[in-house]
């Protein structure tokens, strides 16, 4: 019996199907293709087909081992039952062929909504916090699972079926890990990473406080360089919400605190926070 969470796309069918490159253009040279495909205009539901070009000179060995972790994590787990934190998505392991480039890997997933992008300003501090409180139901999924994103953006949280997903899990990696590889986005890096500190629950927490401060205030944060965003992560940020928002401001910023020690201690801490703390 298929798995509910298999898209079933006829892969022998793939070279015949109308797929529109919709890579960035300063992304192209690098191997990494995303193609967009319309299933049935009516329902507007549609496909992404994620690949990259191996052949390509310029791509990273780090690229290539990211793709190919994230597909053995869908493979691992994407087929358990109660893994709500995952998109339905289906896999490609063999040679294929989109217009006159060939690949061997692929992963597809459905087209989705975005979670944050809705404005808050439009809603009340109530809808507001369970909009937050919706996002944090996949992280603790995956933190109970015995994993951190390590990856976490703005853009990683959609919507499928009125429940929040997670998407690129190509950092993925165990809560334990001793991984220091400096492979975090420095917009969301905690104080300690840029000490050389392994990713952890709190530097997790850390990076979702970036993502809810920014959706709050409408702003992004910004630096020249990465000597620059170590100097704002490690002294000079200071989170500050608009009226309108003052009931989140102490929440923000327990999980923005530069010790790690100081921030909530997991997911699970920050949505006891929002749930007993916001009037």
């Not at 289906?90 to 040679?95: A, N, V």
Request: charged content about 20%; glycine content about 4%; proline content about 4%.
């Amino acid at each position: 019996m298929p798995s509910r969470n298999t898209l079933l796309l006829n892969l022998a069918n793939l070279h015949q199907l109308d797929f529109q490159l919709k890579t960035k253009a300063r992304s192209l040279g690098f191997g990494r293709r995303l193609y967009y495909l319309e299933v049935n205009p009516e329902t507007r539901s549609a496909l992404w087909l994620k690949t990259q070009n191996l052949d390509s000179i310029a791509i990273s060995q780090h690229a290539q081992t990211g793709f190919n972790h994230e597909l053995d994590f869908y493979e691992a787990y994407g087929e358990q039952e109660g893994r709500t934190f995952m998109l339905p998505h289906q896999i490609i392991r063999k040679p294929f062929q989109i217009g006159d480039e060939s690949f061997n890997l692929a992963l597809i997933l459905p087209d989705v909504l975005a979670h944050f992008d809705v404005c808050p300003k439009l809603f009340s501090i109530q809808e507001v916090r369970q909009h937050m409180l919706r996002a944090l139901e996949p992280l603790i999924s995956l933190q109970e699972l015995g994993y951190l994103h390590a990856d976490l953006k703005r853009e990683h949280f959609v919507i499928y079926q009125n429940r929040v997903c997670l998407i690129d899990f190509e950092q993925v990696q165990p809560i334990n890990s001793l991984n220091q590889a400096m492979n975090a986005t420095p917009r969301f890096m905690a104080p300690e990473l840029f000490q050389g500190q392994a990713k952890s629950l709190q530097s997790e927490v850390y990076a979702l406080g970036i993502i809810f401060f920014e959706w709050l205030t409408g702003q992004r944060l910004e630096a020249t360089d990465y000597q620059d965003w170590a100097l704002l992560h490690c002294q000079h940020f200071n989170p500050e919400l608009s009226t309108q928002f003052q009931a989140l401001q102490s929440f923000i910023q327990n999980m923005l605190r530069k010790r790690s020690r100081d921030r909530f201690s997991d997911f699970k801490a920050v949505k006891h926070a929002l749930l007993t703390e916001i009037a």
